[in-house]
């Protein structure tokens, strides 16, 4: 079991280096999507509230031990200050701490220890303060000093946002309310075969779709026509799709679907049965046939792991799997029937647009973290905080 911040006890006169994720997206300088500076704000509080002082560490992009300019964290501290609804400062490296409530740290990716773990450097950011809180769960799988080497330097502890992270991630496959269904899409098998290895062992459905569907379906046999697929992993998925019967694990595969000689919006595209796929056809959504038995599938679930689109959502009309098995999905937990945990990038913009993103249990905005999680791997940035 991982430390919360009431483990550290009394934080009055204390300053807490609390490592944060506020690498977000911005234009001409300006911050155009908030949500991650909102997820920093009930750590905040809650050290406030304790007495204590914050002192934010946090990475901006790829900047690789090196000063970019354009990858200052500077920039980003006004909106940060208006999300917090209180004055933050910003300092650079080298210059003294403040006294002050909230401080934002210069990025910690341009100190060539970061990324390396380099224990001087850990030791460095330790004694900037009293104890040490990690609110940063997209980075957690990353063994860098300012989420896994100052752990060990003082007394630690996950922050608010990450250990309702970690609590929703236990409630789907750590302990989870059975049986339990994985729905798990996007483009290509190769990129989630660990995480297909791991779930067919952890739950009781396993509804696959989007592109990486259809090299199972080459592995059964089936002809998918100019679909994406990747026959080189045939043999992989057919291993799987064995273990997954030995486990008791149900696959949910498609048994028909929405194909079309383009891919792009408004193309002419119909319904077809598997047996039915023209060889110049592809297969860009599962159909309506396929939906209605995924559907049931959570329908007779408690837990709903999600991760991916069933096709190629960014596109109407085959974004209609991926939507109707959302609304299912949000339905259900709304009803009170269904922990719906959902993450990765592809993930959270589908389930936005089919504008059931509020109405999961949870939504993860982490995604090699969350995937890593997903795989089953330790995440060394959670590992640390371990009581």
């Given amino acids: 079991m991982f430390r919360r911040i009431a483990d550290l006890g009394d934080l009055t006169g204390k300053r807490a280096v609390i490592r944060v994720d506020l690498n977000v997206p911005m234009k001409d300088g300006v ?11 009930p750590t ?5 509230r304790a007495g204590g002082k914050a002192l934010l560490l946090a990475h901006f992009g790829r900047p690789k031990g090196q000063v970019v300019p354009d990858m200052s964290l500077e920039p980003v501290v006004p909106a940060l200050s208006t999300v917090l609804g209180r004055p933050v400062l910003f300092v650079d490296f080298g210059e003294d701490i403040p006294e002050h409530d909230i401080v934002v740290l210069e990025n910690t990716r341009y100190l060539p220890g970061e990324e390396a773990n380099d224990p001087a450097l850990a030791k460095i950011f330790a004694e900037l303060g009293d104890v040490y809180i990690n609110d940063a769960f997209s980075a957690a799988h990353r063994a860098h000093a300012s989420t896994e080497g100052i752990a060990h330097l003082l007394p630690s502890a996950a922050g608010e946002t ?7 991630l236990e409630a789907a496959l750590g302990n989870p309310k059975r049986p339990v269904a994985a729905v798990v899409g996007g483009a290509k098998v190769s990129s989630k075969l660990a995480v297909l290895e791991n779930l ?4 009781d459905h396993l509804i696959i779709g989007g592109g990486m569907a259809n090299t199972f379906l080459v592995a059964r046999g089936v002809a998918v026509g100019a679909s994406l697929a990747e026959p080189d992993l045939v043999s992989t998925v057919a291993a799987i799709e064995a273990r997954a019967g030995d486990a008791g694990c149900t696959l949910h595969l498609p048994t028909d679907g929405v194909v079309a000689r383009a891919f792009k919006a408004g193309a002419d595209h119909r319904i077809s049965d598997l047996s ?3 060889g110049d056809e592809m297969i860009l959504d599962v159909g309506p046939a396929s939906v209605s038995a995924a559907k049931a599938a959570l329908a007779a679930s408690k837990t709903v792991l999600w991760n991916g689109p069933m096709g190629a959502f960014e596109i109407p009309p085959f974004d209609a799997a991926t939507v109707a098995l959302a609304k299912a999905a949000a339905e259900q937990t709304r009803a009170g029937d269904l922990v719906s945990v959902a993450g990765g990038g592809d993930t959270v913009a589908a389930l936005a647009h089919a504008g059931c993103k509020d109405a999961f249990s949870h939504v993860s905005t982490a995604g090699g973290a969350f995937l890593e999680w ?14």
């Fill in 374 to 387: 997903m795989e089953g791997r330790d995440l060394p940035g959670v590992k640390a905080l371990e009581a």
């Fill in 276 to 278: 039915d796929i023209a």
């Fill in 162 to 168: 990450m250990a309702a992270e970690l609590d929703a």
């Fill in 200 to 203: 067919v062992a952890k739950v």
């Fill in 31 to 41: 911050v155009t999507d908030t949500t991650r500076l909102e997820a920093v704000k």
């Fill in 44 to 48: 905040v509080e809650a050290v406030l």
